[in-house]
């Protein structure tokens, strides 16, 4: 049997008494609604993706230079805040190359790592690398794949926010060398920054390049903020200084105008604590340790004077007996 609805569909529109306008077709009235259905689709404004919220401090440890002292900062920055109690995750962004681990002493331990995360190929929790000395310090290992696009500004917004939202307080990004893709998503989501630099023309020239970066090409920069930018100097050697062969602190602290975070003193313990997987922050007796430790306090708003930032005068006994 026929429902009436269904005659109203299939039957022309029959015109209502008087009317003399010609009836409409079913069929024309259905392509009227198609029509009118994908203009809504056309013109109808994109979704906008809400931004997620990262509650936890990044810091990224960058600088325009490769080889000056990065991950070796990282490593060192990583464990100091960790002793101070807060939960640290201390990311590798240095995709290809995998470093960070090495210093950290975890290189054997790693099973998954950061794009594995992003790609979805593990969870969280599974590639972060509980450290051994301190139950609230992980790290996130880099890749050794050779796909420089493998890390997303999505799928890095995703892991610094899942972070925030387990309760680590302290995120630090450890940026390879360079302005290339790598060293750019270390940077986007910073609200801090250390530029690490070397005491030469070269590196803080191309640190200038890096601040320049840090105030326009970040999520910060994008809405108006300020990225919170300290200057760490390291290897620095107060005898060269003396004898005219490096910048002096003042030097650099006034071409690139920024508060100093940590002045870190040239150390041979620094490349024997990377062989054997022990920040160099955690070897009390070493000055760069010391220095270290001093820049953690830092940037935890605690007040420390400069050491190891001239050179050490010899005591009368010493001069005399040549110690
Ligand atoms: N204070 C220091 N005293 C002596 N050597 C140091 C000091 N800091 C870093 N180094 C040495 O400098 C070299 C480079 O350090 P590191 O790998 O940390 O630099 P990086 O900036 O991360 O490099 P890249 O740009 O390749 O990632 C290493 O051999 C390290 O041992
Ligand atoms: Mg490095």
Redesign the pocket.
């Known amino acids: 049997m026929t429902t009436q609805t269904e005659t109203t569909i299939m039957d022309p529109i029959t015109p209502a008494s008087g009317n003399t306008e010609t009836p409409i077709d079913a069929t024309v009235v259905e392509a009227v609604a198609k029509v009118t259905a994908e203009v809504a689709v056309a013109t109808a404004p994109a979704p906008v993706k809400t931004e997620r919220k990262i509650k936890a401090e990044v810091l990224v440890v960058t ?1 325009g ?10 490593a060192s920055i990583a464990c100091g805040l960790a002793r101070q109690g807060k939960k640290v995750c201390v990311i590798d962004f ?1 995709v290809g ?1 995998r ?1 960070l681990d090495l ?1 950290m002493g975890c290189e054997r331990r790693v099973v998954y790592d950061f794009v594995n995360v992003i790609h979805g190929e593990c969870t969280l929790r599974q590639a972060l690398i509980k450290d051994k000395r301190f139950d609230n310090l992980y790290v996130l290992a880099a890749s050794q794949t050779r796909d420089k696009d493998a890390l997303t500004k999505d799928g890095v917004e995703k892991v610094l926010a899942d972070l925030s939202d387990d309760g680590f307080q302290f995120i630090v990004c ?5 302005i290339e893709k790598g060293a750019f998503l270390a940077m986007y989501f910073a609200d801090r920054a250390i530029v ?1 630099v070397n005491p030469e023309v070269s590196s803080v020239r191309d640190s200038d390049r890096i601040l320049g970066l840090l105030s326009s090409k970040t999520r910060r920069a994008e809405k108006g903020q300020k990225v919170r930018e300290h200057l760490l100097l ?3 050697s107060p005898a060269r200084v003396e004898k005219g062969d490096m910048l002096s602190i003042k030097d650099v602290q006034e071409i690139l105008g920024l508060e100093v975070v940590g002045v ?8 024997q604590s ?1 062989n054997s997987g022990e920040p ?1 922050i955690l070897s009390a007796e070493s000055n ?1 340790g010391q220095a270290y430790d001093d820049a953690v306090a830092r940037l935890l708003g605690q007040k420390r004077e400069l050491r190891f930032t001239s050179v050490e005068k010899k005591g009368f006994f010493a001069k005399l007996f040549g110690g």
């Open positions: 600088s230079k490769g080889g000056v002292g990065k991950t070796t900062t990282s240095d190359l470093n210093i450890d940026s390879p060398a360079g690490v390291t290897r620095y870190i003193p040239e150390s041979p313990e620094v490349l990377s160099v760069a």
